[in-house]
């Protein structure tokens, strides 16, 4: 079992729609970091969470840690919102850093 | 700023040449990242510095890669010799912080033959 799990893998939905993907992970983390992979293959960072909720424009990024979860919502999606969607979260190992990654959610937003 | 740069965009190279990767990172940024990216496994981090100070480079996959920086502003990830199987987009990003979004360059995709 991978130590970051998104689900769903692959979403597709209407423009407008309510969009939801979530992020599992069963370790111990400092911070969660989501991406977001254009299909040109551009990588922009969305988020670094350590708790709570944060918010941009569409976007809102949530995170429990107690419950080792994470949410990325888009509110009044629309095609451009159309990309793959990348969780990884920042260990502490031996003193290091760490990230690992979830193998991405992609989401197609159709007009 | 113009943003992380990265050079070549495209490189496509013959087993067993050596492949030198380029980036500069936005100016200020402590924290410059090396990524790679493939289907079968997807986004991993390779190595990172902290003003200009290798941190951790445990996923660096053999001793094949290396990687370098000089300076503030210059980075250089290197293989050699290649091979087919380190064909992937490599990715740089810079950060203020660790904890902190990330810039990302354009990528550097990689083909060995």
């Not at chain 2, 496994?41 to 445990?58: A, K, M, T």
């Amino acid at each position: 079992k991978n130590e970051v799990e998104q689900s769903p893998q692959n979403l597709t939905a209407q423009e407008g729609e309510f969009i939801t993907i979530n992020c599992s992970y069963s370790v111990g983390i400092s911070a969660l970091h989501w991406l977001q992979q254009h299909p040109g293959g551009g990588i922009v960072s969305l988020f670094m969470l350590s708790s709570g909720k944060k918010k941009h424009g569409r976007l809102i990024a949530t995170i429990n840690i107690q419950e080792k979860h994470s949410s990325l919502h888009i509110t009044a999606s629309h095609p451009r919102d159309s990309a793959v969607y990348i969780c990884a979260v920042i260990r502490i190992i031996q003193g290091a850093q760490k990230l690992v990654f979830g193998q991405g959610t992609r989401l197609t937003i159709n007009p | 700023d113009a943003g992380v740069i990265q050079s070549p965009r495209h490189e496509v190279t013959e087993m067993g040449q050596e492949v030198t990767l380029r980036c500069k990172p936005i100016s200020g940024h402590d924290y410059l990242f090396w990524y790679r990216q493939t289907m079968m496994r997807g986004l991993e981090l390779l190595i990172y510095f902290n003003n200009n100070v290798p941190i951790d480079d445990s996923g660096m996959p053999e001793d094949r890669f290396s990687a370098k920086m000089p300076n503030a502003s210059f980075s250089t990830l290197k293989i050699q010799p290649s091979e087919p199987r380190d064909s992937a987009v490599y990715f740089c990003a810079s950060s203020p912080a660790f904890v902190t979004e990330a810039f990302f360059g354009q990528g550097t995709r990689l083909t060995v033959v």
